[in-house]
């Protein structure tokens, strides 16, 4: 199924570097982090956020990042190691005519664990006078395009900024378009690429940069205000609307962001830098266009298997995918063409009284404050603790002692099951899976705060997650100390994975065995 995943998404990310011209290099989100209302740039610490974003980049998300966490990230997302950075944009949903919103599948999504990303790339456009290009200091964030834009003005580099292409066509649009696209549709923001030098960030989290004030909003000569050049970041996100080809109904699209947005315009893209930055001063001087092989040289690489392990465990406990009855945060349909005005949401009230700190969960939590969504509290009922979401494979399992496959698991069955056998470690998998040992292998053992690829319901309960491919979702019988949060270490997940690819593992873990 990975390779399945592999194969159809690095040939969507590659075959589409046509689009912008002159390519330096490329950041590859091969898979993303959570999606989830979550903003550090437009609403830095407050949770939630007013829309539900697709997020990729480094682990170290939050909703008060500072550059010290982006760099302290465990894993990423995206294809080089150096760039821990973050980017997001609003996730898109059809709606129904029933009224219903349904989650358009990211291109890379299988539905089996495996989440599709987005492409990044980094364009040399120094503009006429041939400016030296910048790197992002440390700190530095930045969002291109209007959350409440719902009307364009050709004359606005930031409103050409963003488009749309019809995968399949050679339609490209500044808003939704009115076709049914057959290969899907592509959302598309080009960042701004001038910086006065001096902010970080902003009020607006935009006033500190600027787009060029002559040429085109993606290559020009960079405003006095503004006189410090800087990449271009072009981002694209392929979202699989053609899956919806023949539910279209009406006169217009039937598609809308998370914002509410059914026209486009208000589509918008952010950053957050967490890059190594002597690597990327190292990129800029040196991946120049026409030198195909300078990422190999100057870049180091994640394994694909390892983004698609990069998961972290949303911090809000509300449904953003499937089939839902409203937009998260009380948003509503507009077309405009007034700017659109978010509304008051009292649900959000009680989710943000629900956290214990306006904060996400980061890998140095070694529990989330709240279990994640699909996962049950069996501390209480029967004495058991959640330990997260570990790594499997065939053939040499990681829990292997006693094992039984029935279509009513869940995931309080497969814990019974592992109960009557004695054992003290239980784990379900592929939804119908249940797995018990008397001990733990350390390399399999789950990345705190991460939830890996554990995302398929269970095939007796819907509502519970019983694992994915490849993946396990792990409990622990409680000892006599009472049930109390894994202190399991975090292990890097490239070694979690490169183990799972050698199909052999160090060492295990005993009930009450800790790894220091």
Not at 350 to 356: D, F, I, N, P
Not at 464 to 481: P, S
């Amino acid at each position: 199924m990975l390779f399945k995943l592999s194969k159809t998404l690095a040939l969507a990310l590659l075959g589409s570097l046509f689009s912008p011209a002159s390519t330096t290099f490329v950041i590859q989100c091969y898979s993303r982090l959570v999606d989830e209302r979550v903003d550090p740039v437009a609403s830095p610490g407050l949770v939630p956020a007013s829309h539900v974003h697709a997020i990729a980049g480094g682990s170290g998300f939050r909703a008060n990042m500072t550059y010290a966490d982006a760099r302290a990230s465990s894993c990423g997302t995206c294809n080089v190691k150096e760039d821990l950075s973050n980017y997001w944009t609003p996730k898109l949903y059809y709606k129904a005519q029933n009224g219903s919103f349904i989650s358009v599948p990211i291109e890379g999504d299988d539905g089996y664990g495996n989440l599709g990303g987005m492409a990044i790339y980094y364009l040399q456009r120094p503009g006429p006078d041939n400016d030296t290009l910048v790197p992002f200091p440390e700190n530095f964030r930045m969002m291109a395009g209007d959350t409440n834009r719902r009307s364009y003005n050709d004359s606005l580099f930031a409103d050409r900024a963003v488009s749309f292409r019809c995968t399949g066509t050679d339609i490209q649009t500044n808003g939704f378009p009115n076709v049914n696209c057959p290969d899907g549709l592509r959302l598309q923001v080009t960042m701004p690429s001038c910086w006065d030098g001096v902010n970080v960030t902003s009020t607006d989290f935009k006033s500190h940069v600027s787009y060029p004030a002559d040429g085109n909003y993606d290559g020009g000569r960079c405003p006095a205000s503004h006189p410090h050049h800087m990449m271009t970041l072009f981002f694209e996100v392929t979202y699989r609307t053609d899956h919806f080809a023949n539910d279209w109904y009406g006169n217009s699209q039937p598609f809308v962001l998370a914002n509410g947005d059914t026209t486009g315009y208000g589509f918008h893209g952010d950053f957050v830098n967490g890059w190594d930055i002597p690597t990327l001063t190292k990129g800029i001087n040196n991946c120049l266009d026409g030198e195909p092989n300078c990422p190999s040289e100057t870049f180091t690489f994640y394994d694909q298997s390892d983004t698609q392990e990069c998961k972290i465990a949303p911090l809000l406990t509300e449904s953003v995918s499937g089939t839902l009855s409203a937009l998260p945060g009380c948003n509503t349909p507009s077309s405009g063409p007034a700017e659109y005005v978010p509304p008051a949401c009292p649900q959000d009230i009680a989710l943000a009284k629900s956290l214990l700190a306006p904060s996400h969960p980061n890998t140095a939590v070694s529990q989330p404050p709240t279990l994640p969504i699909g996962i049950v509290n069996l501390s209480t009922s029967k004495g058991w603790t959640y330990l997260g979401c570990g790594t499997d494979v065939a053939g040499n399992r990681t829990l292997n002692a006693d094992w039984e496959g029935a279509n009513t698991m869940t995931i309080a069955t497969c814990v019974d099951f592992c109960t009557s056998k004695g054992h003290p470690y239980a784990g379900m998998e592929f939804g119908s899976q249940c797995y018990c040992d008397d001990t733990l292998p350390a390399d399999r053992a789950p990345v705190p705060g991460m939830i890996g690829n554990c995302i398929m319901p269970c095939a007796g309960n819907s509502s519970e997650i019983c694992g994915g491919n490849a993946a396990i979702t792990l409990y622990r019988k409680c000892g006599a100390g009472g049930c109390t949060p894994s202190s399991l270490s975090s292990r890097t997940v490239s070694t979690r994975a490169q183990s799972m690819k050698r199909g052999r593992f160090t060492r295990r873990l005993d009930v009450d065995d800790d790894v220091e």
